[in-house]
């Protein structure tokens, strides 16, 4: 079989990670697997080389011709006519630039038996695509419905496509915006993101953290819905009233980066919480921290638990809205909290003074790579 994933870019990133595991999925199964990423900017990923890598720059072939050129001012014009109409207008030519350098990929290689479009902004520059060989994983639970014209992009996205949903909360979403938005997917289907337990193993292996204490640590995007700030609340509340002796570990960027940092300052505790930005391995901080604490708001999965459970590292959670209980589930469901940084920290607390025994194994057996390769034969008869 030959597959290609599509992804926007290769940035350090939970999307951009599952994209590079479905694609080495495939080809560690046997398969010709194909990874296709459109921009360049941040790129801090990439597959092994039993996958082939191909970079569209569909931006930059719309920018050197002139109908190009004319037809992106005429989207942003549009845009700022219609609000959030940008990707529908870009989409129109984008799309058809895809389809041929597709072609002329196939030229090359073959036929693709599967196409796979990863993540909202993917599916957005591509929406015109009408190829039944195109499959578009959803990984959002954040799908706005309201007013006619947004559900008429909606319509646009998702009506008659075939849609992938990565938890049973995505899926969830899905049935219930297209009753909102009134359209229909041609197959909805749950497939859970694969995760290679034997890669992140590997890579948390390459080198030794430099710490010489002990630490809990949390590694993800810093945005408001990733709710840092509640983790560093969590930790000073647990500090002040329980005497935590570890320090605190934050990997990751984003809009409130510099939040937190504030936050921090303002705490005091600059020489007890370490932020280490980007890392594009952050595997081995993950295997010797302690524990990891989870405080996001919402998921469309949660790939960083997984990731964290393939480090053999124990997890403390809030009750995050989405994906997260396909995976928080048995015994591991006594580890999610309420929003509460009092309750957070004491559940902390507790998690590092008894040491719960978790079966680690148990709870990556349907995340396991070959099992979402099966899946997709199974459900579109590859």
Known sequence: MRVAVVVRSLKIGGMERSAINMAQAFANEGHESHLIYFRTKNAGLKPEKNVHLHHFNIARIMKLSVVGLVWDLFARIMNGVIRHSYFFWYGMLSSWIFKYK????EKEYGKFDLIVLRGQGTFESL??????????VSVHIYIFTGGAIKNFFLRRLYNDKHIIAISNAVKEKVIEVSKIANFKP???NLIFNPMDVELICKKASEYMPEIDEEYIVYFGRITPTKNVSLLVDAYKYAKDNFALDKKLVIMGVGSRFNDIKNQIKSFGLEDEIIMLGSLPNPYP???HAKLFVFPSKAEGLGNVLLESLACRTPIVSTKTIGGAKDIMEGELAEFRVDFDKEVLAKKVVQVLDEKPYI??????EKFKPSFMVQRYKEVYSL
Request: no cysteine; aromatic share 20%.
């Open 102 to 105: 597709i072609y002329t990929l």
């Open 127 to 136: 929406w015109m695509l009408k190829d039944d060989r195109i499959k578009q």
């Open 186 to 188: 041609k197959s909805l």
């Open 285 to 287: 901080w993950v295997k």
């Open 359 to 364: 079966d680690f194994d148990k709870y990556l």
